[in-house]
């Protein structure tokens, strides 16, 4: 049998080996990952998180739109029953929340339709996936217009 060669160099000099190949090093920073070396000796990877940004920036994108801050205070005055404050601070049309025109609409609409997991799915199928959780105005229309540019489509 053949050693493996790697198991046989000492744990301090992995982290230098580490630290030494300029790609690796770049794609530890792009994932936000730190080599720890612990009391014990042993060395791990570490600070790998993954945070839903999606809703955080719907949330913000609605306090920037003049339409939904319009409806914001008209549920706060008890004018619009059907729209609500949910509990994290983000505006909900019935069950669904409001997304506003923009930037994260368009986001919203490439997600649903050109990721791996929906794979140009047609426009009816992906308005009634995309009903059920978000609202917007005149957003059957955008879909529409969205698949009209897919060249794949």
């Known amino acids: ?73 008209q549920v706060e005055a008890g004018l619009r029953s059907y729209v609500c404050i949910h509990t994290d601070g983000a505006l909900y049309f019935r069950n669904r929340i409001c997304v506003p025109q923009g930037e994260i609409r368009q986001k919203i609409l490439a997600e649903a339709h050109s990721s791996a997991y929906s794979i140009h799915p047609g426009g009816t199928k992906m308005y009634q996936d995309l009903k059920q959780h978000f609202w917007g105005n005149a957003i059957k229309r955008e879909i529409a217009q969205y698949m009209m540019k897919c060249l794949v489509c």
């Open 1 to 73: 049998m053949v050693p493996y060669a790697l198991c046989r160099i000492p744990e301090a000099n992995m982290v230098v080996l580490l630290t030494q190949q300029d790609e690796l090093l770049k794609e530890m920073r792009r994932l936000d990952l730190m080599v720890i070396r612990r009391a014990s000796g042993s060395i791990q990877l570490m600070a790998f998180q993954i945070q839903p940004t999606l809703m955080e920036e719907i949330r913000k994108a609605q306090k920037e739109d003049p339409r939904l801050l319009k409806f914001r205070d």
